[in-house]
């Protein structure tokens, strides 16, 4: 099993940056993908992109190629979502979640493991 919890949420403004962190644990994670999810008010969650912990196969939906990138810290089993150039349409709950499957490690349905989520709104 394993246990993620988010962090770095916040207001920015829009231009800005964020970095968000996903701190894993559980004696398997280093066999799980890890990936970012978000969910806009009334809209389905969606994936921005993950990677795999061993390997580091990286995956990006379309919408976040140029914009975000994903990192992790193997010391600290933490995995990051930097976005750039946010604008009103990134304000969402940001989610990572954790997957056995590193070949379909880029369908959210594939996840069985979520954190709680982080609050990212971003003003005009």
């Known amino acids: 099993q394993v246990q993620l919890v988010e962090s770095g949420g916040g207001l920015v403004q829009a231009g800005g940056s964020l970095r968000l962190s996903c701190a894993a644990s559980?004696?398997?994670?280093?066999?799980?993908?890890v990936g970012w999810f978000r969910q806009a008010p009334g809209k389905e969650r969606e994936i921005v992109g993950a990677l795999t912990w061993s390997g580091g196969r990286i995956y990006y939906a379309d919408s976040a190629k140029g914009r975000c990138t994903i990192s992790k810290d193997n010391a600290k089993t933490t995995v990051y979502l930097q976005i750039d150039m946010l604008t009103p349409e990134d304000t969402a709950v940001y989610y990572c979640a954790a997957t056995l499957d590193l070949l379909r490690f880029h369908l959210k349905r594939q996840y069985q493991y979520w954190g709680q989520g982080t609050q990212v709104t971003v003003s005009s």
């Open positions: 559980g004696r398997t994670v280093s066999r799980h993908a």
